[in-house]
């Protein structure tokens, strides 16, 4: 069935150092591919999204994109902040299912 | 719009007593699903819906009870509450179902930390 594997956390780095968080997905038709945020404390939200291949979404200066070819969506941001401390959700629109996260942790 | 929300925030209970998650989204959504968060489990699917007066099981249903009379209301029955219940609940909603077509992103509530003793 329809899967993504993303890579374990937590992941640790500097303050305005570069941030990439693999995802994955293995499905049989064409979903759309989302990236979600667990801020401490808080429920999920929507990163971004992408819903058909080759599409880029983008957001608060994190970028996804949608690479067929690949089977990827991999998570980028070029200085991350203190603030982007969180949980982040790689999800395929066709599963009900959320997996353990990526835990990301940025010390000043 | 006040999105998802959910009630209460915190909760303990005795081991043996029954409660209701309450969960409402006043955006009209169509589909409904309750999931609990444990550390290193990441999100669980417990039940969803997909329309006022449908429900089904997800992959962790035992224990918990749903019911949808209305488009904006999916309450969580707790029948008689174990400490392994005790986690972190969240309650999401979305335009449509999560399927082949669809682009819709689900929306989030708060969270409820239940802890029982």
């Known amino acids: 069935g329809d899967s993504v594997t993303q890579m374990e956390g937590p992941v640790t780095l500097s303050e305005e150092a570069f941030l990439t968080i693999n995802c994955t997905y293995t499905a049989t038709g064409y979903p759309s591919l989302f990236w979600y945020v667990q801020y401490p404390g808080e429920g999920l939200q929507l990163l971004l999204k992408a819903t058909k291949a080759d599409d880029k979404g983008s957001n608060k200066g994190f970028e996804a994109t949608y690479r067929k070819e690949t089977t990827s969506f991999h998570l980028e941001k070029g200085s991350v902040q203190v603030s982007d401390s969180a949980v982040y959700f790689c999800a395929l629109s066709t599963k009900l299912q959320f997996g353990a996260g990526t835990q990301v942790v940025v010390t000043p | 719009n006040a999105g998802v929300t959910q009630t209460p925030k915190f909760q303990v209970l005795k081991t043996g007593q029954s409660m209701t998650l309450q969960c409402a989204q006043d955006?009209?959504?169509?589909?409904m699903s309750w999931y609990r968060q444990d550390p290193g489990m990441g999100l669980r699917l417990i039940h969803y819906?997909?329309?006022?007066?449908?429900?089904d099981q997800g992959e962790v249903p035992n224990g918990y009870n749903v019911s949808r009379s209305t488009t904006e209301d999916f309450p969580l029955r707790l029948l008689s509450a174990a400490p392994s219940q005790t986690s972190v609940y969240f309650c999401?909603?979305?335009?449509?179902?999560?399927?082949?077509?669809?682009?819709?992103?689900?929306?989030f509530g708060p969270g409820t930390r239940l802890t029982v003793t």
């Open positions: 999401a909603s979305s335009y449509y179902p999560p399927g082949q077509g669809s682009s819709y992103e689900q929306y």
């Open positions: 819906s997909v329309g006022a007066g449908i429900t």
């Open positions: 955006m009209n959504h169509e589909y």
